[in-house]
């Protein structure tokens, strides 16, 4: 069963300001939560192009937007591609595009996907299952000092250093082929003070491995400029993040793209005739409501950006 309750989703829907004959760019379709209600807001001359990089997902989600219209078409491809992509649909505008990055529920809560420390499974954590890196490889391969930067920035965890060695000497003995094994020597390398506190003791590692086997930084970076690039003048740009590291980029990127307005210095993509206004100055957070029936809702914060 494909579980995943889409976050902020009213919030998503009036502030896209879609229009029934306008073409629209899902870049997270997961389980078509967000595009089903897209495509119902369409008429027959719309169109909404859904990204997503995991063939399980788009199976379902092609099965549930097919019982509402016609006029949609899923891209199995990376959204750090997507002017390339919609190019070979000869799409070069947009006047809406939604990013509700990160893992779906589904990802997350099937034990053989390898995202969770909460089941044992072999590493894996790839949202696209045709790619060759995998958690597996970063553990088993990458040198020391690289594991530790990687903890550091992507997980900010206060002891990558200590986490990184104890890693090392593992896989020296034997391959770790577990999430288990992993949260093991995770647990191993961290002070007992530490382990006491609040949250698994993993969380950290495991969404810095993550952000590394799917490239999810960068791909953001590169998506949001190309999104802003492509959007038709009053079409808007809608990101939800889960977590700070992401928001930072998206908050950064939309505060450059608005300052190109002001002749400061902006995004190399973008000229000096797209300017950009913020349709929220502080982000859009779930109301108690939304985090009481879905709990993955709590740290979901919405940004948007219209180009005028
Ligand atoms: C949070 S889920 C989206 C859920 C969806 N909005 C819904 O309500 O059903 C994020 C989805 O985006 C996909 N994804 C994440 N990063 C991606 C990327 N760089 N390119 C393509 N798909 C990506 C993941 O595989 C996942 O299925």
């Known amino acids: 069963m494909f579980n995943h309750i889409p976050v902020l989703l009213n919030e998503c829907l009036s502030n896209l300001n879609i229009k029934p004959n306008g073409i629209y760019v899902d870049a997270c379709l997961g389980g078509a939560g967000h595009s089903k209600e897209i495509l ?11 990204f997503d990089k995991d ?21 199995h491809a990376d959204f750090k591609n997507l002017k390339e992509e919609l190019k070979k649909f000869g799409v070069e505008k947009i006047d809406g595009i ?20 909460k089941y044992d499974a072999r590493l894996d954590m790839r949202m696209d ?20 930067q990687i903890l550091k ?16 000497k593992s ?8 999430t288990f094994q992993l949260v093991d020597i995770i647990k191993s390398a961290l002070p007992n003070k530490v382990l006491k506190e609040k949250g698994h003791p993993a969380k950290q590692v495991f969404q810095a491995i993550r952000i ?26 809608a990101i939800i993040t889960f977590q700070s590291l992401e928001d930072r980029i998206v908050k950064k990127l939309f505060s450059k ?18 300017s950009f206004k913020l349709v929220n100055r502080k982000p859009i957070i779930s109301s108690n409501e939304e985090i009481l029936a879905n709990n993955r809702a709590h740290s979901a914060k919405l940004r948007i950006i219209e180009k005028l």
């Open 257 to 274: 793209a608005c300052s190109v307005n002001d002749n400061v210095k902006g995004l190399a993509s973008l000229t000096s005739e797209q």
């Open 55 to 75: 063939l399980e997902a788009i199976k379902i989600a092609n099965e549930r937007l097919s019982t509402i219209s016609q006029n949609y078409q899923i891209i």
């Open 129 to 148: 299952q045709t790619q060759k890196l995998s958690a597996y490889e970063v553990i088993n391969t990458y040198k020391e000092e690289k594991l530790a």
């Open 40 to 50: 119902k807001r369409l008429n027959s001359k719309g169109m909404l192009y859904c």
């Open 212 to 237: 590394e086997v799917n490239g999810e930084l960068t791909a953001l970076s590169s998506a949001i400029e190309q999104a802003l690039e492509m959007l038709n003048h009053n079409g808007r740009c």
């Open 171 to 178: 896989r020296r003995i034997s391959p770790i082929e577990t």
């Open 98 to 117: 939604l990013f509700d990055i990160g893992v779906s529920s589904y990802q997350f809560d099937t034990p053989s996907r390898g995202f969770s420390y």
């Open 153 to 168: 920035d992507y997980g900010e965890e206060k002891y990558a250093k200590a986490i990184s060695a104890k890693i090392v």
